[in-house]
């Protein structure tokens, strides 16, 4: 069974940093898309980070470019989003998911992702 686990989300002012896992299991880790989405209340589901388990290539919504960073750790099958100078607008539930494929031109679209985590919060808050 293929499973995806989020975890590492909480409270923090604006300007500090979190760090997010995803840790997966039950398939083999390799030639997968995993990105990371976030949803705020009253809002749609956002793409915000993408990163390809074999290549280590990635990508990144321009709403958190040069503030967050992808990672993987393909011995351990899991991949991590590093989030620094963190905004109140990066509040919201964050998912993590996986497609076979590459992060290309669907790497956005939830319907291009096969298995997801269940969500951890992360909340920017003064």
């Known amino acids: 069974e293929v499973q995806l686990q989020a975890s590492g989300g909480g409270r923090v002012q604006p300007g500090g940093s979190l760090r997010l896992s995803c840790a997966a299991s039950g398939f083999t880790f390799e030639d997968y898309a995993m990105s990371w989405f976030r949803q705020a209340p009253g809002k749609e589901r956002e793409g915000v980070a993408c990163i390809h388990t074999n290549a280590g290539s990635t990508d990144y919504a321009d709403s958190v470019k040069g503030r967050f960073t992808i990672s993987k750790d393909i011995a351990a099958d899991s991949a991590s989003l590093e989030m620094n100078s963190l905004k109140l607008e990066d509040t919201a539930v964050y998912y993590c998911?996986?497609?076979?494929?590459?992060?290309?031109?669907?790497?956005?679209?939830?319907?291009?992702?096969?298995?997801w985590g269940q969500g951890t919060q992360v909340t920017v808050s003064s």
């Open positions: 998911a996986v497609a076979r494929g590459p992060c290309g031109t669907d790497r956005y679209r939830s319907q291009y992702y096969e298995y």
